[in-house]
Nanobody, 124 residues
Framework: QVQLVESGGGLVQAGGSLRLSCAASGGRAFSSYAMGWFRQAPGKEREFVAAISGGSVFINYADSVKGRFTISRDNAKNTLYLQMNSLKPEDTAVYYC????????????????WGQGTQVTVSS
């Protein structure tokens, strides 16, 4: 079973940038997992943000973050990243990374493995 630990959250002003990281350990080879980022704002349901296939060939974004966020991974370091630029107050949420051996489950918001989340707060 893979364990996931997010880091890099914090408080930033609107228009600023943050880079989230997700370190994976245990389980199968990191490259065998499709990975994703999700977020949940207070009082709202968890929503999909971005997904990336094991070899970084296939990448998907939610419309709300296209052109502002970039998902990437370093399989040699067992780490997933989310570069967030031009942040808006509506990006405020707890951000979670997740993994599954089948990419469609990541896109469908139903991956098997989840991290504990990291808080991102964007002030106006």
């Amino acid at each position: 079973q893979v364990q996931l630990v997010e880091s890099g959250g914090g408080l930033v002003q609107a228009g600023g940038s943050l880079r989230l990281s997700c370190a994976a350990s245990g389980g199968r080879a990191f490259s065998s997992y499709a990975m994703g980022w999700f977020r949940q704002a207070p009082g709202k349901e968890r929503e999909f943000v971005a997904a990336i296939s094991g070899g970084s060939v296939f990448i998907n974004y939610a419309d709300s973050v296209k052109g502002r966020f970039t998902i990437s991974r370093d399989n040699a370091k067992n780490t997933l990243y989310l570069q967030m630029n031009s942040l808006k107050p509506e990006d405020t949420a707890v951000y979670y990374c997740a993994a599954d051996s089948w990419r469609p489950k990541v896109i469908a918001n139903t991956p098997d493995y989840w991290g504990q989340g990291t808080q991102v707060t964007v002030s106006s």
